[in-house]
């Protein structure tokens, strides 16, 4: 099973940007399908943006659409979310994680590896 280590968060100003990382350990990155969420005090998590196995299909949270890239690099086992154009409301604990399911879903409950989380604070 894989294990997800997430990195790059911060405090940053509102229309700054941030690439989170999420490093993958074991041979079989390939084979899931991975995510970002992200989940703040108070609200559901959230589905951010995921990415199919052979990353040629990305979808996205109408929120964040057009301003967050998700890409992964199977070379080195990482998947990424490039976050640009934050505002206050992105300030969240995002969350990478893997499905085993080849479509890439934005179904939070068919992903089941999940990382420990990283902080991203937006201020105003």
């Known amino acids: 099973q894989v294990q997800l280590v997430e990195a790059g968060g911060g405090l940053v100003q509102a229309g700054d940007s941030l690439r989170l990382s999420c490093a993958a350990s074991?041979?079989?990155?390939?084979?899931?399908?991975m995510g970002w969420f992200r989940k703040t005090p108070g609200k559901d998590r959230e589905s951010v943006a995921v990415?199919?196995?052979?990353?040629?299909?990305?979808v996205y949270a109408d929120s964040v659409k057009g301003r967050f890239t998700i890409s992964r690099d199977t070379a080195n086992n990482t998947v990424y979310l490039q976050m640009n154009s934050l505002i206050p409301e992105d300030t969240s604990v995002y969350y990478c994680?893997?499905?085993?399911?080849?479509?890439?879903?934005?179904?939070?409950?068919?992903?089941?590896?999940w990382g420990q989380g990283t902080q991203v604070t937006v201020s105003s």
């Open positions: 990415i199919s196995r052979s990353g040629g299909r990305t």
């Open positions: 074991g041979r079989t990155f390939s084979s899931y399908t």
């Open positions: 994680a893997a499905s085993p399911l080849p479509l890439a879903t934005m179904a939070i409950e068919r992903y089941d590896t």
